[in-house]
């Protein structure tokens, strides 16, 4: 029965996919909208029923369906592992998928080539699974790849703009480079330990005997890092996803903040054994993540699209999730993720709303007073925007506090490199709220006649969105995780949460006061002097340098792009040139040799008696007389 439901979970967003690619058309976009919904609704059902056995025994559920590969002494399975941590990671990506496709279903109505928006969406979903629960690290890598071509398919959806099909390629190509180093790590791993499978490894892991190998565990854990700042976007891979927001609001929401971006995080964690056994390589992790963290928040604090806020806010929130990572907090890092995917989810979608009500308008500063009309919209971001600023009793207060804590006691200088983010982070979502919701319109007469609130279909999935955002935060409270004790019998070592001593309650009390000063410091600037950002030539100074995202793509450009692109032209004009003269020299040699030789076929029968018996004269010759 478990190989017959994990077939179902796995296969139905991939029956959604065939029945909206091939026969989309002609079901229409309300029936094709609702096959795809329904099909991520299956995989969430199983998903619990799943989910609720395991919590009953305590046991992993593995599905091995038939040897794939056998080299040697080593194999590979196909198979499928259903643990504690996959299950988990399940939970939010087929809940806050099924959410989104509901979403979908009224956003993307107008569209022409809807069903084929909900056949990629289910193909991400089928492939997200995969990437999930796959038994080895072969199948995750093909999980990887394909929610990575999902992605290119999605930013790329409206296809006709050229800016939208270069940002689609951009994903793709920094995708692939860390893709390079998640595939050596794969390598090296299948190398030392002659498995890839992560049951087979954690064993070798725990019981112990490493000895001489600690080198090439290091390099297979920096290579897989490599990989997982690519999908999860960290520094230097990191300047993909903002671009990226040029596909469908649902697919940032889905896609780019929820549940793939997060893949770099499972991936770590699922392999935290081996990470634990590579110091130097955790240490890098968490200072990667946490300058990611700030780098980003800073850029955020000066975007005018409301989309490219929101995309650099989970970039920030991301490389607190690696800060935690590297500190060796997996448990904390999942939780993150988790509240994360509730809050940002909800203000994709919510954002989306604004979106759709103003026609396709992204930038914050044509926006203004929409509280009155979209007072569900408003309400639901509202509370999204408190959790990410991590207001107390909210979602992200306990998750982000956590990482905060547990930076301090590591490293009081990685501490004050999380807590600014913070801060800068409670700054820029209240900003973008004051904007977007308060004081005047300051669109159009057109767009301020048409103001109106979303449908049922856009504000259902934001209200639970933002229920989730407001009390998600209670499955780990400190020193009463239900979290940690969920995921204490996947993890090989024990982990503790955090016991509440004085220490503890001044951070949280830093930590509060810090977001309240940066949402004071929005109202002040936003609200009471009711400044409104100018145009894009009037940012200076420091402003000018954010606004510009401190001109990393134009570095990249110079560095990389413009030489390729140079080397590429000079092999194209003279090299390729030469090449194909050279090439076409051949077809030209044999042409004339084929045409000479096809005067010897005149039709004269006497000729071929002749030819035939020169011919043999000639091989008597060479046997009986050379």
Same mark, same amino acid.
């Given at each position: !029965?478990?190989?017959?439901?994990?077939?179902?979970?796995?296969?139905?967003?991939?029956?959604?996919?065939?029945?909206?690619?091939?026969?989309?058309?002609?079901?229409?976009?309300?029936?094709?909208?609702?096959?795809?919904?329904?099909?991520?609704?299956?995989?969430?059902?199983?998903?619990?029923?799943?989910?609720?056995?395991?919590?009953?025994?305590?046991?992993?559920?593995?599905?091995?369906?038939?040897?794939?590969?056998?080299?040697?002494?080593?194999? %590979?399975?196909?198979?499928?592992?259903? &643990?504690?941590?996959?299950?988990?990671?399940?939970?939010? %990506?087929?809940?806050?998928?099924?959410?989104?496709?509901?979403?979908?279903?009224?956003?993307?109505?107008?569209?022409?080539?809807?069903?084929?928006?909900?056949?990629?969406?289910?193909?991400?979903?089928?492939? /997200?699974?995969?990437? +999930?629960?796959?038994? *080895?690290?072969?199948?995750?890598?093909?999980?990887?790849?394909?929610?990575?071509?999902?992605?290119?398919?999605?930013?790329?959806?409206?296809?006709?703009?050229?800016?939208?099909?270069?940002?689609?390629?951009?994903?793709?190509? /920094?995708?692939?480079?860390? &893709?390079?180093?998640?595939? +050596?790590?794969?390598?090296?791993?299948?190398?030392?330990? *002659?498995?890839?499978?992560?049951?087979?490894?954690?064993?070798?892991?725990?019981?112990?005997? =490493?000895?001489?190998?600690?080198?090439?565990?290091?390099?297979?854990?920096?290579?897989?890092?490599?990989?997982?700042?690519?999908?999860?976007?960290?520094?230097?891979?990191?300047?993909? =996803?903002?671009?990226?927001?040029?596909?469908?609001?649902?697919?940032?929401?889905?896609?780019?903040?929820?549940? !793939?971006?997060?893949? #770099?995080?499972?991936?770590?964690?699922?392999?935290?054994?081996?990470?634990?056994?590579?110091?130097?390589?955790?240490?890098?992790?968490?200072?990667?993540?946490?300058?990611?963290?700030?780098?980003?928040?800073?850029?955020?604090?000066?975007?005018?699209?409301?989309?490219?806020?929101?995309?650099?806010?989970?970039?920030? $929130?991301?490389?607190?999730?690696?800060?935690?990572?590297?500190? #060796?907090?997996?448990?904390?890092? %999942?939780?993150?993720?988790?509240?994360?995917?509730?809050?940002?989810?909800?203000?994709?979608?919510?954002?989306?709303?604004?979106?759709?009500?103003?026609?396709?308008?992204?930038?914050?500063?044509?926006?203004?007073?929409?509280?009155?009309?979209?007072?569900?919209?408003?309400?639901?971001?509202?509370?999204?925007?408190?959790?990410?600023?991590?207001?107390?009793?909210?979602?992200?207060?306990?998750?982000?506090?956590?990482?905060? !804590?547990?930076?301090?006691?590591?490293?009081?200088?990685?501490?004050?490199?999380?807590?600014?983010?913070?801060?800068?982070?409670?700054?820029?979502?209240?900003?973008?709220?004051?904007?977007?919701?308060?004081?005047?319109?300051?669109?159009?007469?057109?767009?301020?006649?048409?103001?109106?609130?979303?449908?049922?279909?856009?504000?259902?999935?934001?209200?639970?969105?933002?229920?989730?955002?407001?009390?998600?935060?209670?499955?780990?409270?400190?020193?009463?995780?239900?979290?940690?004790?969920?995921? !204490?019998?996947?993890?090989?070592?024990?982990?503790?949460?955090? +016991?509440?001593?004085?220490?503890?309650?001044?951070?949280?009390?830093?930590?509060?006061?810090?977001?309240?000063?940066?949402?004071?410091?929005?109202?002040?600037?936003?609200?009471? $002097? *009711? $400044?409104?950002?100018?145009?894009?030539?009037?940012?200076?100074?420091? @402003?000018?340098?954010?606004?510009?995202?401190?001109? +990393?793509?134009?570095?990249?450009?110079?560095?990389?792009?413009?030489?390729?692109?140079?080397?590429?032209?000079?092999?194209?004009?003279?090299?390729?040139?030469?090449? @194909?003269?050279?090439?076409?020299?051949? #077809?030209?040699?044999?042409?004339?040799?084929?045409?000479?030789?096809?005067? =010897?076929?005149?039709?004269?029968?006497?000729?071929?008696?002749?030819?035939?018996?020169?011919?043999?004269?000639?091989?008597?010759?060479?046997?009986?007389?050379?």
């Amino acid at each position: !029965m478990d190989t017959t439901l994990a077939l179902v979970l796995i296969l139905a967003p991939l029956l959604g996919f065939l029945l909206n690619i091939f026969f989309g058309k002609q079901l229409g976009k309300t029936l094709s909208g609702t096959i795809g919904t329904l099909t991520v609704v299956v995989s969430f059902a199983v998903t619990l029923f799943f989910f609720l056995q395991i919590n009953e025994t305590n046991k992993p559920i593995q599905v091995e369906l038939f040897d794939w590969i056998a080299i040697s002494n080593f194999n %590979v399975e196909f198979g499928f592992l259903l &643990d504690h941590l996959s299950l988990l990671w399940l939970l939010f %990506v087929t809940g806050i998928g099924a959410l989104i496709h509901l979403y979908s279903i009224s956003y993307m109505h107008d569209d022409e080539n809807m069903h084929k928006f909900f056949a990629y969406l289910n193909l991400f979903v089928f492939f /997200m699974i995969s990437l +999930v629960i796959g038994s *080895n690290l072969l199948i995750m890598f093909i999980g990887w790849e394909g929610v990575g071509l999902c992605s290119y398919l999605l930013i790329g959806f409206w296809y006709k703009n050229q800016d939208y099909n270069d940002a689609a390629k951009k994903a793709f190509i /920094m995708n692939r480079i860390g &893709d390079l180093g998640l595939l +050596v790590g794969i390598f090296i791993v299948g190398y030392v330990f *002659n498995t890839i499978n992560f049951a087979e490894l954690k064993a070798i892991f725990l019981a112990g005997g =490493l000895e001489g190998k600690f080198t090439m565990i290091s390099i297979a854990a920096a290579s897989l890092f490599i990989g997982a700042a690519g999908k999860s976007a960290q520094i230097p891979l990191y300047t993909w =996803l903002p671009d990226a927001m040029a596909g469908p609001t649902p697919v940032s929401a889905l896609i780019h903040a929820a549940t !793939m971006v997060t893949a #770099g995080i499972f991936m770590i964690t699922r392999l935290h054994f081996l990470f634990d056994l590579a110091p130097e390589v955790q240490n890098a992790i968490a200072i990667i993540g946490a300058i990611t963290s700030l780098v980003a928040a800073t850029i955020a604090l000066v975007q005018t699209d409301i989309k490219k806020v929101l995309a650099y806010s989970t970039v920030s $929130q991301l490389g607190l999730m690696f800060l935690a990572l590297g500190l #060796g907090a997996y448990e904390i890092a %999942v939780f993150h993720v988790i509240t994360h995917a509730f809050f940002k989810a909800c203000l994709f979608l919510g954002s989306g709303s604004v979106i759709h009500a103003l026609h396709n308008e992204q930038d914050m500063r044509k926006m203004g007073g929409l509280r009155k009309a979209m007072p569900i919209t408003f309400i639901t971001m509202l509370l999204s925007s408190l959790a990410i600023a991590g207001i107390f009793p909210l979602a992200g207060f306990w998750s982000k506090d956590e990482i905060l !804590m547990t930076a301090f006691h590591a490293s009081p200088i990685l501490w004050i490199i999380g807590s600014l983010a913070s801060i800068f982070t409670a700054f820029y979502m209240f900003r973008l709220m004051f904007l977007t919701f308060f004081k005047d319109f300051r669109g159009t007469e057109e767009q301020k006649h048409h103001l109106h609130e979303s449908p049922a279909l856009i504000t259902f999935p934001l209200i639970v969105l933002a229920i989730l955002a407001t009390i998600g935060g209670l499955i780990s409270l400190p020193g009463n995780s239900w979290l940690n004790h969920y995921l !204490m019998p996947f993890f090989a070592k024990e982990h503790h949460a955090h +016991v509440l001593g004085q220490t503890e309650y001044i951070l949280m009390g830093i930590a509060t006061v810090g977001a309240i000063i940066g949402i004071a410091v929005a109202y002040a600037k936003y609200i009471k $002097q *009711n $400044q409104v950002p100018g145009e894009d030539a009037s940012f200076t100074g420091m @402003s000018k340098v954010l606004y510009n995202k401190y001109y +990393v793509d134009e570095i990249y450009d110079a560095l990389f792009v413009k030489p390729i692109n140079s080397l590429s032209n000079f092999f194209r004009d003279y090299i390729e040139t030469g090449l @194909s003269a050279l090439v076409f020299g051949f #077809g030209k040699a044999a042409n004339e040799l084929s045409f000479q030789g096809k005067k =010897l076929q005149t039709g004269s029968i006497g000729l071929y008696l002749f030819m035939f018996v020169l011919g043999f004269c000639a091989i008597i010759t060479y046997l009986f007389i050379v």
